[in-house]
């Protein structure tokens, strides 16, 4: 027990005295948590002022005169690569990752504090810049947040000549952040869980946070290479994803390299990085359905093992992303094999989710009404991932509106739906204060019913064969009145859900200053980080001892036991479940 | 309680939007049956889940609102391997139709007939290799004004190619192609939907499908893989025609031979 007496002594904590230290240079991993996620937040909102400008175009064709293509390129770029890497990545790890970590496992905060700290100032550095391409001469690239070469460095794509150098500069710098917090998350994890806290016991949000931080620690150096490859080739002219070509009627000096090249290294990090975004959510709503059903999470081994075996299924099921990239057709069946096989895993954890529910006594707080909504947008998105990961049914779809909707239902909609459903739950932790019911119910109706409208009639479009990232359709006869008219109706909708975000920011803002005082643990929950001597917790997390934990962090509406939930670090009282942990 | 009544209303509207709204796919007008097949299979799969889930978690919802207490039971071995077992199942449903149709995807007929397809930013060009029936060899270092397709002058196998250049192009109804795709600067796609099948382009590699056209009738190609600014615009046509008149319009075309020629004088004159 050598660890436990040096991490209870506080006086080994800097504890920081101006007011600089304790919010701008802070090394404290809850005031992190809240610069990434305030910094995570604002860039999606940027993401999103972005998708609505470039909906109107598709709805209402030149309804907006400064739409030239160029722009609507430019933004439906900068729209995915800010939501997938900037705003998801970022908020789940860098902001839920830091918060929860060292309170939900008893430590003090997380092992390199340091290092923390600088992880979040190189991702504001990589936002920075990000955000600078806007700025500079011929804007940001346009060549699609995929950014596929040759196009994305030659002049037929717009923001070829900085915006593309900047975009990846962003990445590089990003991907060095995530690193430095991502070590943190998993040694973290590994080496200060409190007294008691076994794997085993973890919260299922830790463990999803955990696993999702693995995979992105492995994941992420591909698209850092491939960065730094297509850096090479823009600026130096070497070929490493450049063959020889004729651009715009010229000769280009490149010779011998292959595009497919670069699309194998992104999805090597692209599809591990869906499970960066979706295991967060995965567990995080685990936890919000246990909570609020008042009941343990059915199935916890099996969820844990679930999401183990997600993270190392999501490392050979990249070229499913890439069936008609012309590649080696005969990949076509190994890849299709092993991404439906991950379905069965993932198939478990909605069964879980909803066996969770099963028998409960099922609170409709606002984090439960986003819980289960994520459940139904979630179903509706993994099964259409059936289609596009079976080989042969994804020819026909691939590139069309068809796999816009669908991911955009399953790492768009269903990690939003939890990252507010999170954000509800623990905001009376992070600040003290509760928010207004009403308006959190209003934002979830909206949000909810919205994505949905907007996202399940654009499967439809892609079965027409309507390709994705056309400017305009134009005449043809591919594309009906009705599908115009459709593709208007989707756009008002997501003009509304754009418009009705307006409600969180409202109720997040105002609440923090003039809502009532927050209880402790309002929502009356087992796991560690609402036992917390204070609320907010202090630096530090505990006060003078470190809790020891003595059970699971499910014991909810256990037999015999006079309350309905039984804090992990409440001693062993002959109540505890069934089986060992 | 409400959020149990939103999620059935919006299950059953799906399965509604599904049965009755106007969009759905496009006509097909190839050989790839087994295509739609196992997306059919896929939706009779996948809707049936659909259903069933969302319905027992309806059920469950408003089953189980706000009570004395959950009733506490931490997991149900036996529940959980009999779900993990069908699910199994159902996925194995889904990948046999899935890949019975990849193996003919992949299985390209002998006796199919080759046609390229040249993509540019943000244009369509076409080659068919002529009586000797081969595609004549060729490199980007050809590429210029009078050579555009980059064929090589020096092979003999290229001389009786006839180049389509221009972004409209006939086959014939009822025989296999073998579509040979390249690009000459980006990545660009040949997608008629219609047609079911379709491959990237890829600069600096052949990349190839094959399908047979069932339907007399004109189509249009999209380019769906992103490649600059004209993406949107880089459309072409295809006609699927009788063999007659296949023939004759393919007699009227140019050669890669005479073209040269033609090109020489022009030099000649010029010079």
Redesign the interface.
């Known amino acids: 027990m050598a660890y436990a007496t040096l991490a209870d002594d506080l006086r080994e904590f800097h504890h920081p005295k101006t007011w600089v230290g304790k919010y701008v240079w802070s090394q404290d991993h809850k005031v992190i948590a809240v610069q990434y996620m305030a910094t995570a937040i604002g860039t999606g909102l940027i993401a999103l002022v972005l998708s609505d400008l470039f909906r109107l175009q598709i709805g209402f064709p030149g309804s907006l005169s400064f739409m030239t293509p160029e722009r609507y390129y430019q933004f439906i770029t900068m729209h995915g690569m800010i939501m997938v890497i900037y705003l998801l990545t970022a908020l789940f790890l860098g902001g839920f990752g830091n918060y929860l970590i060292p309170l939900m496992l008893g430590a003090r905060d997380m092992v390199f504090p340091f290092v923390n700290m600088m992880s979040y100032w190189f991702f504001l550095l990589a936002v920075l810049v990000l955000v600078a391409s806007f700025f500079v001469p011929g804007g940001p690239t346009g060549a699609g947040w995929t950014l596929y070469p040759p196009q994305a460095i030659l002049p037929g794509a717009p923001g070829r000549d900085l915006g593309i150098i900047l975009m990846l500069a962003s990445l590089a710098i990003f991907i060095i952040a995530f690193t430095m917090g991502g070590l943190n998350y998993v040694v973290t994890v590994l080496q200060a869980r409190t007294r008691g806290m076994t794997l085993m016991r973890m919260p299922l949000s830790i463990w999803g946070i955990f696993v999702a931080t693995i995979l992105a620690l492995l994941a992420f150096p591909a698209l850092f290479v491939a960065a730094v490859m297509m850096m090479l080739d823009r600026i130096l002219g070497t070929s490493f994803f450049m063959p020889a070509l004729v651009s715009m009627g010229q000769q280009l000096g490149y010779n011998g390299g292959s595009p497919i090249l670069f699309q194998h290294l992104f999805w090597f990090f692209g599809h591990p990085e869906v499970y960066i975004v979706a295991l967060p959510a995965f567990g995080i709503v685990s936890d919000l359905l246990s909570v609020h059903a008042r009941k343990n999470i059915f199935g916890y081994r099996m969820m844990v093992w679930a999401i183990v075996i997600i993270g190392g299924l999501s490392f050979i099921v990249w070229a499913h992303h890439m069936y008609v990239s012309g590649m080696n057709p005969y990949f076509g069946f190994f890849f299709a094999t092993s991404t439906l096989i991950i379905a069965v895993p993932t198939a478990i954890k909605v069964y879980n989710w909803v066996l969770t529910l099963w028998k409960g006594s099922i609170h409709f707080t606002v984090p439960m009404l986003f819980a289960i909504g994520f459940i139904f947008t979630f179903i509706n998105g993994g099964l259409t991932g059936l289609f596009l990961g079976n080989v042969s049914v994804d020819v026909p779809l691939s590139g069309t509106y068809f796999v816009v909707a669908h991911f955009h239902m399953v790492m768009g909609v269903s990690p939003i739906l939890v990252v507010f459903g999170a954000l509800y739950h623990w905001y009376p932790k992070i600040t003290g204060k509760m928010w207004n019911e009403t308006l959190g119910k209003l934002h979830f109706w909206l949000t909810f019913v919205g994505t949905y409208l907007i996202y399940f009639p654009m499967h439809y479009l892609g079965f027409l064969g309507m390709p994705r990232r056309y400017y305009e359709y134009g005449q043809s006869a591919l594309v009906p009145h009705s599908a115009h008219m459709l593709n208007a109706f989707i756009t008002v909708v997501a003009l509304a859900v754009g418009v009705s975000q307006l409600i969180f920011f409202y109720n997040m803002i105002w609440s923090y200053f003039y809502g009532p005082k927050a209880e402790s643990n309002p929502w009356r929950a087992a796991s560690l980080e609402w036992q917390t001597p204070e609320t907010p917790p202090a630096h530090g997390n505990w006060g003078p001892k470190l809790p020891t934990v003595y059970r699971w962090a499910y014991d909810y509406s256990v037999p015999g036991a006079p309350d309905d939930f039984i804090p992990q670090n409440v001693p062993a009282d002959g109540l505890s479940r069934h089986h060992q942990t | 309680?409400?959020?149990g009544i939103?999620?059935f209303v919006?299950?059953v509207g799906?399965v509604l939007?599904h049965l009755f709204?106007?969009?759905?796919?496009?006509p097909i007008a190839s050989n790839?049956t087994?295509?739609d097949n196992?997306?059919n299979v896929?939706f009779w799969?996948?809707g049936a889940?659909?259903i069933a889930?969302?319905s027992?978690?309806v059920y469950?919802?408003i089953k189980?609102?706000?009570?004395?207490?959950?009733?506490?039971?931490?997991?149900?071995a036996k529940?959980?391997k009999q779900?993990?077992l069908w699910?199994?199942v159902g996925?194995a449903l889904?990948?046999t139709p899935?890949?019975y149709?990849?193996a003919q995807?992949?299985n390209i007929p002998a006796d199919a007939s080759v046609v390229e397809a040249i993509g540019?930013?943000?244009q369509w060009s076409f080659r068919f290799p002529g009586k000797d029936r081969v595609l004549g060899t060729v490199?980007?270092?050809y590429?210029s004004?009078n050579n555009p397709m980059?064929v090589n002058p020096d092979d003999p196998y290229g001389r009786d190619d006839v180049l389509i250049e221009d972004s409209t192009v006939h086959i014939p109804v009822g025989k296999p192609i073998k579509l040979v795709?390249r690009?000459?600067?980006?990545?660009h796609?040949f997608?008629v939907?219609?047609f079911?099948?379709?491959?990237?382009?890829?600069?600096?590699?052949v990349?190839y499908f094959w399908f047979t056209p069932t339907k007399i009738g004109e189509y249009?190609i999209?380019?769906?893989?992103?490649?600059?600014?004209?993406?949107?615009?880089m459309?072409g046509t295809v006609i699927v025609d009788d063999q007659g008149t296949f023939d004759a319009w393919l007699n009227k075309q140019r050669t890669f031979a005479p073209a040269r020629a033609g090109a020489h004088e022009l030099v000649k004159t010029r010079g």
């Open positions: 309680m409400w959020i939103v999620v919006l299950m799906s939007f709204s106007p969009w759905y796919l496009t790839w087994s295509i196992a997306i896929s799969v996948t889940v659909f889930i969302n027992f978690l469950v919802v189980y609102r706000k009570r004395s207490r959950a009733h506490y039971e931490p997991e149900n529940l959980e779900l993990t699910t199994s996925i889904l990948l899935g890949l149709a990849w995807f992949v540019q930013q943000w490199d980007v270092k590429i004004d980059g795709l690009s000459k600067d980006v990545l796609d997608f939907p219609q079911r099948a379709r491959m990237n382009l890829v600069p600096g590699s990349t249009e999209l380019c769906a893989q992103l490649c600059g600014v004209g993406h949107y615009v459309r």
